[in-house]
Nanobody, 128 residues
């Protein structure tokens, strides 16, 4: 199981970025994929998640209506479209995979128990 996150960079407040999480060694229709982020000096937090079986999506309150998660089963890639970015969104963003069908429900909770496979992270900096 391998996950490769990419797409981070420097963007001005109000701008957009699209992160990608390329998966190999497993299929997205059988795995949930979550996006998490860790800002300097803060704990890692769940941002968004998409379930494997039905594609249901989940968002943290702080990104709802600004971020959109989607997946391409053919390319085996999950995307996180981030719009109206704020300085508070600055963080290293990670994607993680879980074979547990209900893993996304733990996005704001004890997610470490259900997401055993992690990518290397991509840095997003929102600054003018």
């Amino acid at each position: 199981v391998q996950l490769q996150a990419s797409g981070g960079g420097l963007v001005q407040p109000g701008g957009s970025l699209r992160l990608s999480c390329a998966a190999s060694g497993f299929t997205l229709d059988a795995n949930a994929i979550g996006w998490f982020r860790q800002a300097p000096g803060k704990e890692r937090e769940g941002v968004s998640c998409i379930s494997g079986s039905d594609g249901r999506t989940y968002y943290a309150d702080s990104v709802k209506d600004r971020f959109t998660i989607a997946k391409d089963n053919v390319r085996n890639t999950v995307f996180l479209q981030m719009d109206v970015l704020r300085p508070g969104d600055t963080a290293v963003y990670y994607c993680a995979a879980s074979r547990y069908s209900a893993a996304c429900k733990y996005l704001a909770g004890d997610y470490n128990r259900f997401f055993p496979s992690w990518g290397q992270g991509t840095l997003v900096t929102v600054s003018s």
